[in-house]
């Protein structure tokens, strides 16, 4: 009889994070910062990582960029390996504030791939 041993990988763990600074008024523009990390318990990521934006009525999107992400509308996507304990560079997401927008608007961002079971994060 062969004894065998499985040592089974840990998968990657991103997770999200979405931040903004100052206070946004309305008929102004604000900017939103989306950050993306592993956990240093996890594994490289592999494959496509991709960011999705939600709006809610009231902002609209003017630009979303960041450095080696490809971005379309209100989704960026990546394809290097994010290794365990890093982040991504960050997405600067800049929008529109409709001078009718209600007092107060939660956003939410997703993150998907990579290996890793998806990740969302709210800023209000």
Wanted: one cysteine or more; proline letters at 8%; aromatic letters at 4%.
């Amino acid at each position: 009889m062969v004894n065998v041993t499985l040592t089974i990988a840990p998968s990657p763990a991103i997770t999200v994070q979405k931040t903004h600074s100052g206070v946004f008024s309305q008929g102004q523009a604000g900017s939103y910062t989306i950050t993306v990390n592993n956990s240093p318990t996890g594994s490289p990521t592999s494959g496509t990582v991709s960011v999705t934006d939600t709006l809610p009525s009231g902002l609209a999107l003017v630009s979303m960029a960041g450095s080696g992400w490809s971005c379309l509308v209100a989704t960026c996507t990546r394809s290097d390996a994010l290794a365990p304990g890093s982040s991504y560079a960050s997405i600067t997401m800049n929008v529109n504030v409709a001078p009718t927008a209600p007092p107060q608007v939660i956003i939410q961002v997703s993150v998907s791939g990579g290996g890793s079971a998806p990740a969302n994060a709210s800023d209000v």
